[in-house]
């Protein structure tokens, strides 16, 4: 990144709470304008009243339901900075406007991503297209209908057994989860992820995953040691992240360090494939032998005892390919025989 091109940073006094530090960075390079907020901070206990302040179906959004603490953030980010932003656009109306954050921040931007979708003439007009999202191990924020009606707006990625996309609405349970080992043994810190309940499963105010999923696999089971990263896309109705997964990676995959790790991993093998199966920059067809020049031919010729058979069988051959070749062509030819 270049420091100069940041063009505004918010820190935890600036936001006062309602959401976490973020940054406005114009990247002229790639012709993209672009806002990242951070991820949760575990010291910071304003994140977490953030991360917990949701009840099932405690707010409607869009023909939806959605996360209420991370709504309300997205929409103090919008409200504060839609006017930067929409300067911005009319300064460079082909750059794109993109959106990024990791974990708590992820959750937050795919809402705001949202938010500017559904009022883009605050924004001057800005195409839909021109619009993307990349959430980075997004908490479940947005019921199932709203996450795949953004799927061409947002992109979440999950690096193998992240437990916070898996996790549903008793994030409050989580906390203890992950602080407290002895919440292993205790199934009423599960009870909500690992349901079985079809009616839980079914419910509209069940939250999910935003957007499309780009799922990052490097490890399979009963397999000791990693395996080349595959990635695996889905939007979130085969039921894939229903589940937590008890694994030694459980929180490990979580951190953006080993995701960012991963994906390159992940993104340079793709681009090996693609590499193999390019058609060469040049094709050349060289000839593995020669049957000499014509003068070498008409010198065979000349030497041959049987001249004058050769000629003529070469003659009826030469009439016999078609009307084009016209005794007048045909002359030079014999003539040099």
Known sequence: MN???????????????????????LDHDNADIVLLIRGLNLAKESDYLVLLDNKLGQTKFD????????????????????????ELIER??????????????????ALLAMLV?????????????????????????????????????????????DFLPRTTTALENLVNFVFCLPCLLCILCLKDTCTLDERKLNDPRRLYAPGRLYHIIVRKPFRFGKIPPMVRTAVPVDGRFEHLVLSCSLTSDHAIVWIERESQR???????????MEI????????LSSYGTFDEIKEEGDNASNGTEEVEDMATIYMNLGEKWKPSRLEPVLRGC
């Open 266 to 276: 992940a993104f340079e093998l793709m681009m090996d494939t693609e590499r193999m």
């Open 280 to 287: 060469p920059a040049q094709q050349r067809m060289e000839r």
């Open 63 to 86: 023909g939806g339901y959605a996360h209420n603490g991370l709504l309300r953030a997205a929409q103090w980010v919008f409200d504060a900075e839609s006017v930067m932003l929409r």
């Open 3 to 25: 420091p100069d091109w940041v063009v505004l940073r918010r820190s935890y006094e600036e936001t006062q709470g309602m959401v976490s530090p973020y940054m406005i960075y």
């Open 117 to 161: 979708v559904q009022n883009r003439g605050n924004l001057g007009n800005i195409e839909r297209n021109r619009i993307r999202c990349f959430a980075i191990a997004p908490a479940r924020c947005v019921s199932l209908n709203v996450a795949v009606r953004y799927a061409d707006v947002i992109n979440s990625v999950v690096l193998q057994d």
């Open 92 to 109: 460079h109306p082909s750059y794109t406007l993109t959106f990024s954050g990791h974990s708590l921040g992820a959750g937050a931007v």
